[in-house]
């Protein structure tokens, strides 16, 4: 678990939960969800003692829920905002909280781009001095935005600028985009992966064999679909809401509330911009897929028709060689000493002729490569 002290003067990590409500700025409280279950009525005391007011017992569940799409929800004291995030799952995956099902994990086949659309859940809830932010085990993005913030206030202090969040709300607002960014980022790979794919899809002399790889990726992309649109739902909740909020009572905090909403709204149209592609993906795929098919196709109706003109010329030769091959004793030629060479010869002509003609008819013409 770890605690910070936000303030204009600086930033200042502490030791324990604070046992009393700060002389300036608010508290961030970041914990992983094994440390909130632990913990738990050591930070509801704290939030009763700095804020009035503890979470609500559904709220408690949700938090601790590993499997919860993004969602918002709010009371008259707090907001409460869930958000999905990448993660690799690997070692350290989220434990099971209690009363859940055991399931068995999740395995992608296919790239290893593939194995970063599993995402866990981070919550958010907003206090007016407090941030509480309950994360899944060993969250990266909680100990890099830790770092970053701890460097942007030494580095503050030493200019005498503060570009500190000023709120507990605008602090869940940028540890968000910094958890959309991730999902642009998915967003290039998935793009680079399956322009490999469609140019093998569409090489005339390749075989594609790695069928369950595209089928993993189509299947992750609509899954992505989904989690990005929870995502959209949620933020937009919390936009409604904000909108509502009642009206600053001085200039500097109505900028801070400008600021807020236009921040809201960036990151709303990160997200935009994710299902948008997303969107584009799938539609790239499904087309690409279909083209292949289509390239198929003809390059199979090129053979019909190479094997079908063929057998056009051949049907001739057959016919005379079946005529001459009937038992009868008195026929043409038959008993003269050049009709074989004759018929050998007739038969050439009429083979090539048939040939020329099907050539220029582009029945035999190359197909380009």
Not at 12 to 22: D, K, S, V, Y
Not at 56 to 65: A, E, K, R, T, W
Not at 225 to 252: F, H, M, N, Y
Not at 326 to 341: D, G, K, R, S
């Amino acid at each position: 678990m770890r605690i910070f002290n936000i303030s204009s003067a600086g930033i200042a990590e502490l030791t324990g939960l604070p046992t009393q409500r700060p002389a300036a700025g608010y508290i961030w409280i970041a914990c992983d969800r094994s440390e909130f279950e632990a913990s738990q009525t050591q930070i509801q005391a704290t939030l009763q003692t700095l804020c009035g007011m503890q979470l609500v017992d559904l709220h408690i569940s949700d938090l601790l829920n590993g499997q919860l799409p993004s969602n918002y929800d709010y009371t008259s004291q707090y907001d409460l905002l869930v958000f999905r995030r990448l993660t690799a799952r690997e070692a350290g995956a989220d434990p099971i909280p209690p009363g859940q099902p055991l399931a068995a994990p999740v395995k992608h086949s296919g790239p290893p781009i593939l194995r970063r659309i599993d995402t866990s859940p981070v919550g958010f809830a907003v206090f007016d001095q407090v941030l509480l932010t309950v994360h899944p085990v060993d969250c990266a993005i909680r100990d890099a935005y830790a770092a970053r913030l701890l460097s942007a206030g030494s580095a503050e202090s030493r200019s005498g600028a503060s570009r500190l969040p000023t709120s507990p709300a605008d602090l869940m607002l940028r540890i968000v985009a910094q958890m959309a960014d991730g999902y642009l980022d998915l967003r290039r790979e998935l793009t680079r992966q399956l322009d490999h794919w469609q140019v093998e899809l569409l090489a005339p002399h390749t075989r594609f064999s790695n069928w369950s790889a595209l089928l993993q990726a189509r299947l992750a992309l609509h899954q992505l679909d989904g989690i990005c649109d929870d995502q959209r739902g949620a933020i937009k909740d919390w936009i409604a809401v904000l909108e509502d909020w009642p009206a600053p009572a001085s200039a500097a905090l109505q900028r801070d509330y400008e600021l807020l909403k236009v921040r809201s709204r960036d990151v709303l149209e990160h997200i935009e911009r994710v299902v948008h592609h997303v969107q584009r993906l799938e539609q790239t795929a499904e087309t690409t897929l279909q083209m292949h098919f289509s390239a198929q196709s003809n390059r199979t109706n090129d053979i019909m028709r190479t094997l079908t003109a063929l057998t056009a010329i051949f049907l001739p030769l057959n016919l005379i060689t079946g005529f001459f091959g009937m038992n009868f004793e008195f026929m043409p030629l038959i008993h003269h000493q050049a009709a074989f060479w004759w018929t050998v010869a007739f038969m050439l002509a009429v083979a090539a002729v048939t040939g020329l003609v099907f050539w220029r008819k582009r029945y035999l013409a190359r197909t380009g490569k």
